[in-house]
């Protein structure tokens, strides 16, 4: 990563590929699978690594090196690789750093597709894991056995927006020499940089504020250059590389992240306050509202509180299915992030693999409706809500 002093926004539009001859203003798109060679040295060297230079685009590509690099810029990473989806990130990092025989030690609010891969999927090939407590992290050392080589969490948390101290998390990772990896996908690195606070690995998934309009697929994990060398190689392998013509969408939405995070941040926080003084509501969480348990952490290492609001309608499961059958402006699915605001159910949708028993443990009920809060005016979503809270 090219380090310089300018300011996130700045670095958001002004980070961008060398331009061709052609003098192009806006980065062209390079939808080639391929990349050809001046003559046989060329290509050994290249092939041997002695060239840093495009190959193939399951390797690299000038569109996704353009996105990884603005990342980077943003979190303060050294390294970094674009994957096709949010999960594809995931799955690729972890399986790149663990071995057979290897622990992970989770919070366990987690998102269910996560959760998924560390019940369903790693014990096959002997990859364990322990879940900790997001509101117990000083029993996070007792948990630690020799085989930890992994500390994974996201903060805020999907679906419940609770907040960890990723200062203590990082001190901890330190201390016990492991490898932090934050899912920072609902603050975005606009709101928060846990590599500051000791994160080695950073994961976003693109499709949600990067992109900000519900239009592509994407994922991208930045951090130290060294464990970063270890996710390419796996991930050049096993080929779940970003296509170009997304990486390219990405690039430019970047572009206008720090803009539309700040109006999707002003418009949560009205609508979380809100629900607050609504009394047909039970709870309403938001890491930027004085009554959210880890308020003043969320101020330290937050710029703002995000864009998902976190509540629970009274009455029940009969009550929550006819709040969602009511509502008409706002969207009802499971993506967040878009400038459009989307209504959740997650208990029947996003964190629907889990058990009652594991649901209830994260704070998940029947009840429970996340809102991704758009960019529509305020008044108008405030006013669907409220129609359909009856």
Not at 98 to 127: C, E, M, Q, Y
Not at 212 to 230: E, F
Request: charge should be negative; charged fraction near 25%; proline fraction near 3%.
């Amino acid at each position: 990563m090219k380090k310089n002093n300018n300011k996130f926004e700045t670095n958001a539009i002004r980070t961008q590929l060398k331009r061709s001859e052609n003098l192009e203003h806006s980065v062209p798109l390079y939808l080639t699978s391929s990349f050809v060679f001046e003559d046989a040295e060329d290509m050994r060297a290249s092939f041997a690594e002695e060239k840093d230079r495009n190959i193939y685009s399951r390797y690299s590509n000038p569109n996704s090196s353009e996105f990884i690099e603005k990342v980077c810029q943003m979190e303060g990473a050294e390294s970094g690789f674009a994957f096709a989806s949010g999960m594809a990130a995931v799955f690729s990092t972890l399986a790149a750093l663990l071995d057979s025989g290897d622990h992970v030690l989770s919070a366990r609010s987690i998102f269910g597709s996560t959760h998924s891969l560390f019940t369903n999927f790693f014990p096959k090939w002997n990859i364990d894991h322990t879940y900790f407590k997001i509101d117990a992290l000083e029993e996070i050392e007792r948990l630690i056995t020799p085989k930890t080589k992994i500390i994974y969490a996201e903060t805020p948390t999907n679906p419940g927006v609770d907040v960890l101290d990723l200062e203590e998390l990082g001190k901890i990772a330190k201390k016990n020499n492991l490898i932090l990896i934050i899912d920072n996908c609902f603050a975005s690195p606009y709101l928060q940089q846990p590599i500051k606070f000791g994160a080695d690995l950073v994961i976003h998934s693109g499709t949600k504020l990067m992109d900000g309009q519900g239009r592509v697929l994407a994922g991208i994990t930045v951090g130290s250059a060294d464990l970063m060398d270890k996710v390419y190689r796996f991930s050049r392998i096993t080929g779940p590389a970003l296509s170009p013509f997304n990486a390219w969408v990405l690039s430019k939405s970047l572009e206008t992240l720090a803009i539309r995070v700040d109006r999707h941040c002003d418009n949560a926080l009205k609508l979380a306050e809100y629900l607050e003084a609504n009394d047909k509501v039970n709870w309403v969480k938001y890491p930027f509202l004085k009554s959210h348990p880890k308020y003043e952490i969320a101020k330290k290492q937050m710029k703002a509180g995000g864009c998902v609001v976190a509540f629970e309608v009274k009455g029940g499961l009969e009550a929550g299915r006819e709040f969602f059958d009511s509502i008409k402006l706002l969207s009802l699915s499971a993506n967040l992030g878009d400038s459009r605001t989307i209504v959740t159910h997650p208990a029947s949708t996003t964190h629907s693999k889990l058990s009652v028993e594991e649901r209830a443990a994260v704070g998940i009920s029947d009840g429970t409706v996340r809102i991704s809060v758009g960019l529509e005016h305020i008044d108008d979503i405030i006013a669907d809500i409220a129609q359909a809270l009856g």
